[in-house]
């Protein structure tokens, strides 16, 4: 057998020490043989940024397969790329950088693989199987919670599943430019809303799919307000008429938080209390890398052993 050529890949942002990415990409290079590759953790500013990507590309013996972008850097990053491709330009965001070198000139190329992320992991949550396409709408309401880049690709994800006019509830309008000029690029016709509590749970109750782009705790309101519109509605008769949490009936359909530390989070242990399907973050975040791995390597992502990997790394029971 031939020697594995030595790659490097490595995951950049600004906090990036609390990364998974490193267990999940070398779980995946064990289990498909690449004991030449190697994935690192950089810590890397916005202002840093672009020297280090200079130095990728002037040092072509280091051979460079990719890199996994974390906050701040995904929408820092697209100015400084060669190429970037149509589902990340609409989205606005990259998170995965690919390096190509021809005639020992090295290119870079802007992905995004969040997208597949939030569609694989809605789809765990919406039962195996489930496709988009015409006369097969598993998702016909959905709701988006705040209105940061992850928004833009819940967005794109739910178009994807058969949702192109999600309701968007953010904290200030005045604030989400970047994710308006994301919609008019993607053609979809999400409705923006301010948060308010009767109008959020009632909308987080009647949806198919939900998906929390918040910040950690910053949805905890919610789980609280759900779990007392639905006891208020239950005290009713069903009738919903409760004043505690807008007087919501408990929710029907898929959440998929993307936060995963805590985890559950207090959204998470909410929603399945109440009897609905709860899908946590690290779920995307797996889907996310098992793309990234194919998109490197040029093979297909070992999601088993990638899996095993990430739930030994959090202490989930198989």
Same mark, same amino acid.
């Given at each position: 057998?031939?020697?594995t050529?030595?790659?490097r890949?490595a995951v950049?942002?600004h906090p990036?020490?609390h990364s998974?990415?490193p267990v999940?990409?070398?779980?995946a290079?064990?289990?498909?043989g690449l004991a030449?590759w190697d ?5 890397v500013?916005?202002d840093?940024l672009?020297g !280090?990507l ?16 974390t906050m701040?850097?995904k929408q820092a990053v697209? %100015? ?6 149509p589902?990340?330009e ?6 995965t950088v690919? !390096?190509t070198?021809?005639?020992?000139v090295?290119s870079?190329? &802007?992905?995004n693989?969040d997208?597949?992320g939030?569609v694989?992991?809605?789809? =765990?949550?919406l039962?195996? &199987?489930?496709?988009?396409? %015409?006369?097969?709408r %598993? ?9 940061g880049?992850t928004a833009?690709?819940?967005l794109?994800?739910l178009?994807e ?7 968007v !509830?953010?904290?200030s309008?005045?604030r989400?430019?970047?994710?308006? =000029? ?5 053609g979809?016709?999400p409705?923006?809303e301010? !948060?308010d509590?009767?109008?959020t ?6 949806a198919?799919?939900v998906v ?6 910053a949805a905890?309101?919610?789980?609280k ?5 639905a006891r208020?509605?239950?005290r009713?008769?069903?009738a919903?008429?409760g004043? =505690?949490?807008g007087?919501s009936?408990?929710?029907?359909g898929v959440?998929l938080d993307?936060?995963?530390d805590p985890?559950?989070t207090a959204?998470?242990?909410a929603?399945?209390?109440?009897g ?5 973050g ?7 890398a098992?793309?990234q ?13 990638m899996d095993?990997?990430?739930r ?7």
């Open positions: 057998m031939s020697a050529p030595s790659r890949a950049l942002g990036v020490a998974l990415s999940l990409h070398t779980a290079y064990r289990a498909l030449g994935y690192g953790v950089h810590d500013t916005e840093a672009a !280090f200079d130095d990728t590309e002037r040092d072509p013996a280091q051979a460079w397969a990719g890199l996994s972008l701040p850097l697209i %100015p400084l790329l060669d190429h970037v491709e589902l990340a609409a989205v606005g965001a990259v998170n690919l !390096f070198a021809v005639g020992g090295t870079t190329t &802007g992905t693989t997208v597949h939030i694989a992991a809605l789809r =765990e949550g039962g195996a &199987g489930v496709a988009a396409g %015409p006369g097969n %598993p998702v016909a309401e959905a709701v988006v919670l705040g209105g880049a833009a690709s819940a794109a994800a178009a599943l058969g949702c192109a006019s999600a309701q !509830f953010v904290r309008l005045d989400i430019g970047p994710l308006r =000029e994301a919609v008019a690029r993607m979809v016709t409705s923006f301010v !948060f509590d009767k109008a749970t009632s909308a987080l109750a009647s198919d799919a929390s782009t918040t910040p950690k705790y905890d309101t919610w789980a307000l759900l779990t007392d519109g208020g509605a239950a009713d008769g069903g919903g008429g004043d =505690e949490g007087g009936a408990a929710p029907r959440l993307v936060v995963y985890r559950p959204l998470q242990s929603w399945t209390a109440l609905a399907r709860a899908v946590g690290e779920r995307m975040l797996l889907h996310q098992a793309e791995v194919r998109l490197m390597t040029g093979q297909v992502a070992p999601l088993a052993a095993e990997a990430l030994a790394a959090l202490a989930v029971p198989a």
